[in-house]
């Protein structure tokens, strides 16, 4: 059985390890721009040894933003700061991943910590402030707080699957790896899958495979437009923890379709599309989701949901649950995680670090040390230019 630290290749792209860092809504851009905070963010959790770094959910209109800040990759001025994290990354180790994304009815909001620093989901961002209206299947809105969205047109899904391809090949100019398509969380794919939040009267609604429909001609079309050796992951809900909602059982029927449609991996997630469901959360809880997908379906999965010590993490690659595992507020919390597991597991020797990092973590374990990143003074000429400028400045005192 493969173990945590074992490489994994899906199509062309390898990872060092089984360790994803999990999308993370930053809520930090203006006009959608990456800048410095999503630079230091991604790339300290691929210094911290994670072989897959996936951006938060960016956005591939202006409307399908959850908030003003969110991320995204809706035109070509977002490239220039996508390629300085890809670069980033691919620098240390890690695998360059994003996740295309399209809020649906959950859009148009004001980031969470504008109403209360714990919670998950903030007020309206009102069309007077510079808000716009959410589109969904129907005309069913999340909660109650929440903005009754207008119901898609034909017309304006041929043009979401449209938005997804162009952000698609957007995100491979920027030198990403790995695309996950976002079909999780109450989000517009997810809206589409479950009755709960799908009352239209079309080829798009009615029975699963209508239901589905969207997702796989996203699916589709995003992986006729990017390379071969491009990954091509998904995430879903697998359940909404509703009566009558979208089930496990649905996940594993659209898992099937998707793979036939050419994606590699599904991202396991849960919930979003009704508010307060009841789930109650301890670790591990959905891994349950993808070791049945993953069975069932014959797919490739990623676990994800309170995952954070590294004898769990270890067992559900090892115990064959999934293939790989995400983490999110661990990693928040300590962008080193990983190291750290490798330590717990006696698999340093088979880890690398910068080499600038040696005098913190050398006594703890064999580490590879990567001098990549290390500029060096390493010519004559390049002393005499250090001497020139340290002698120029003596000077100018």
């Keep these: 059985m493969a173990r945590l ?23 930090s851009s203006i006009d959608g721009m990456p800048n410095a905070w999503h630079i230091v963010h991604l790339g300290s959790r691929a210094v911290g040894g994670a072989g897959l770094v996936i951006t938060e959910a960016t956005a591939i209109s202006p409307e399908g933003r959850i908030t003003p800040s969110d991320l995204g990759i809706w035109s070509e ?13 691919n620098s240390q180790g890690a695998v360059a991943g994003i996740q295309l994304a399209h809020a649906g009815r959950k859009a148009s909001r004001v980031p969470p910590w504008e109403t209360d620093p714990s919670q998950t989901q903030g007020r309206p961002y009102l069309e007077e402030e510079g808000g716009w209206r959410p589109v969904a299947p129907s005309e069913r809105k999340f909660a109650e707080g929440y903005t009754i969205p207008l119901e898609l047109s034909l017309v304006q899904i041929d043009e979401v699957v449209h938005d997804f391809v162009r952000a ?10 790995w695309i996950e ?6 989000y517009l794919l997810h809206s589409f899958n479950s009755p709960i939040s799908n009352a239209r009267g079309d080829n798009y609604s009615g029975s699963l495979a209508g239901r589905c429909r969207l997702s796989r001609e996203v699916a589709v079309a995003v992986r006729n437009a990017i390379p071969e050796d491009i990954v091509l992951g998904y995430r879903v809900s697998y ?39 009841g789930v109650i959360s301890k670790p591990g809880y959905q891994v349950p989701g993808a070791d049945a997908i993953r069975s069932e379906a014959n797919v490739a999965t990623a676990a994800v949901g309170w995952i954070d010590n590294a004898e769990q993490a270890q067992a559900i690659i090892s115990d064959g649950h ?22 717990q597991l006696n698999e340093s020797g088979r880890t690398r670090l910068p080499v600038q990092y040696g005098a913190a973590w050398s006594h703890l374990g064999t580490f ?10 390493s010519s004559a000429r390049d002393n005499r230019v250090a001497q020139a400028v340290h002698t120029d400045l003596l000077n100018a005192q």
């Design 77 to 89: 001025k977002h490239l220039a700061g996508h390629r300085e994290i890809t670069t980033f990354l």
């Design 181 to 186: 398509i976002h079909g999780a969380h109450g």
């Design 368 to 377: 590879e040390f990567d001098p990549i990143s290390a500029p060096k003074i």
């Design 239 to 277: 359940t909404d923890w509703a009566d009558k909602g979208w089930s496990l059982e649905d996940t594993i029927q659209m898992a099937k379709r998707l793979k036939e449609d050419g994606v590699d991996v599904l991202d396991v997630s849960s919930g979003g599309n009704v508010p307060n469901p």
């Design 322 to 343: 999934a293939d790989l595992v995400f983490l999110g507020r661990e990693l928040l919390r300590d962008p080193y995680w990983p190291l750290r597991a490798a330590v």
């Design 5 to 27: 630290f074992d490489p994994v290749t899906f199509r062309g792209v390898t990872l060092r390890n089984r360790i994803g860092v999990s999308p993370m809504c930053m809520y």
């Design 168 to 177: 698609a090949k957007r995100a491979i100019m920027a030198g990403y790896q």
